[in-house]
């Protein structure tokens, strides 16, 4: 298995080095990650694209790219790697809106050929989608065991505009994967957030799908307002610095995290990157920079032990042949500011010695994130998911 990665600037417009056509084959996957702005000017995919016409090309938009331990806005960040013994297959499916998330997610499994299928990583859309909906529909398509993970496009802070590559262009409304296929697959995930919970648990009283009404019997919109004060004049975006930590009515499912997308100010509705089941309990969330930075380590620390590479230790010499692909949300890059690399090195500290490390920030994290190995929507949590073979 082979790796690389490489970058274009677009201040520049230019790539960082020759695009290495050589590795170009069916067994190579091509993963891309840039600004919003490629939309309009995408001349850098296109390239991109004809250098690696047998490749597996996937990519999408970003809250910031991450190439090694750095995270740039003006960059399409592009890691590869030339496999072995793995097969890949890429499927799409147009997303037609937030009622078409959970058949999107059962369009995209019923393409991949289940038959030595190991895992699957995903790419779609992030706006007007409920990305648990999505991801329900994927996994309940997949064989057992199949591993997945993947993440929602982002368009900075500004939530109008994401894109996903298809067919090497930059496209809106569509969701994407790669199969991955062969027993010589070795994956690993890790997931972790950093966040704590403050103020009085509050009861979800009316939703519908990823749109909360109301909490406790109130307008969902004006309770949060009252706790954001000044910042309620920034929404949606000041909602990254508080999210919620949502809890199923059942009791039996831990807590996940969830941000906002969108508001809308005449019903007082509040619209997330998942589900807001009714009968479910939220708490407001808060954090550090340094918290963020050790839940970073312990993804990249559970990442690495869960792939069981054969190299052995993390640190020893030979443990080239690894792609490490992060999706951290964009939520963790607002309270980091200046800081946000630290996470990013955090991770690349944990990886073997030669691993390939890339990735973006996101609208939303995919990824298992129990002893169960379900997938599941997050939001505030950095993962990492590292592909080897054996």
Same mark, same amino acid.
């Given at each position: 298995m082979q790796t690389t990665h490489f970058q274009y600037t677009t201040a520049d417009s230019a790539w960082s080095s020759a695009l290495p056509r050589l590795l170009d084959g069916p067994q190579t996957l091509v993963l891309a990650f840039g600004p919003r702005a490629l939309l309009a000017q995408p001349s850098a995919l296109h390239e991109l694209a004809q250098a690696f016409p047998a490749s597996v090309l996937m990519g999408c938009s970003s809250a910031g790219a991450i190439s090694s331990g750095e995270v740039n806005d003006g960059s399409v960040s592009v890691v590869l790697a030339r496999f072995d013994h793995t097969n890949l297959q890429r499927v +799409?499916?147009?997303?037609?809106?937030?009622?078409?998330?959970?058949?999107?997610? +059962?369009?995209?499994?019923?393409?991949?050929? #289940?038959?030595?299928?190991?895992?699957?990583?995903?790419?779609? +859309? *992030?706006?007007?989608?409920?990305?648990?909906?999505?991801v329900r529909g994927v996994g309940q398509g997949l064989p057992g065991g199949v591993k997945l993970s993947g993440g929602l496009a982002a368009d900075g802070s500004l939530f109008?505009?994401?894109?996903? =590559?298809?067919?090497?262009? #930059?496209?809106?409304?569509?969701?994407?994967?790669? *199969? &991955? @296929?062969?027993?010589?697959?070795?994956?690993?995930?890790?997931?972790?957030?950093?966040?704590?919970?403050?103020? #009085?648990?509050?009861?979800?009283?009316?939703?519908?799908?990823?749109?909360? @009404?109301? =909490?406790? *019997?109130?307008?969902?919109?004006? &309770?949060?307002?009252?706790? &954001?004060?000044?910042?309620?004049?920034?929404?949606?975006?000041?909602?990254?610095?508080? #999210? =919620?930590?949502?809890?199923?009515?059942?009791g039996n499912a831990g807590t996940v995290v969830r941000t906002i997308l969108a508001v809308d100010e005449a019903s007082q509705a509040m619209v997330f990157a998942g589900d807001m089941p009714v009968g479910s309990t939220v708490r407001l969330m808060r954090t550090s920079v340094d918290n963020l930075v050790t839940s970073a380590e312990q993804a990249g620390q559970r990442a690495v032990q869960l792939l069981g590479h054969p190299g052995g230790d993390k640190k020893a010499e030979g443990a080239a042949g690894v792609l490490a692909v992060s999706v951290s949300c964009i939520g963790r890059r607002l309270v980091m500011g200046e800081r946000t690399e630290e996470e990013v090195e955090a991770v690349v500290e944990q990886l073997p010695l030669g691993a390939v490390h890339g990735g973006f920030y996101s609208y939303g994290e995919i990824a298992p994130a129990n002893s169960a190995n379900v997938a599941e929507l997050h939001n505030q949590t950095m993962t990492l998911t590292v592909f080897s073979e054996g």
């Open positions: +799409s499916t147009p997303l037609k809106g937030v009622g078409d998330s959970f058949d999107a997610g +059962s369009r995209l499994a019923a393409q991949l050929a #289940p038959e030595g299928l190991r895992a699957v990583f995903i790419l779609c +859309s *992030g706006l007007a989608v409920n990305g648990s909906a999505l109008e505009r994401t894109w996903v =590559l298809d067919g090497g262009e #930059p496209v809106e409304n569509v969701a994407t994967a790669v *199969g &991955l @296929y062969g027993d010589a697959l070795l994956v690993g995930h890790g997931c972790s957030g950093g966040w704590t919970e403050f103020g #009085p648990e509050r009861q979800v009283t009316q939703s519908d799908g990823n749109v909360l @009404y109301e =909490l406790d *019997g109130q307008p969902a919109l004006a &309770l949060y307002k009252n706790y &954001l004060g000044d910042l309620a004049a920034q929404l949606p975006s000041s909602a990254l610095l508080f #999210p =919620l930590a949502l809890r199923a009515s059942s």
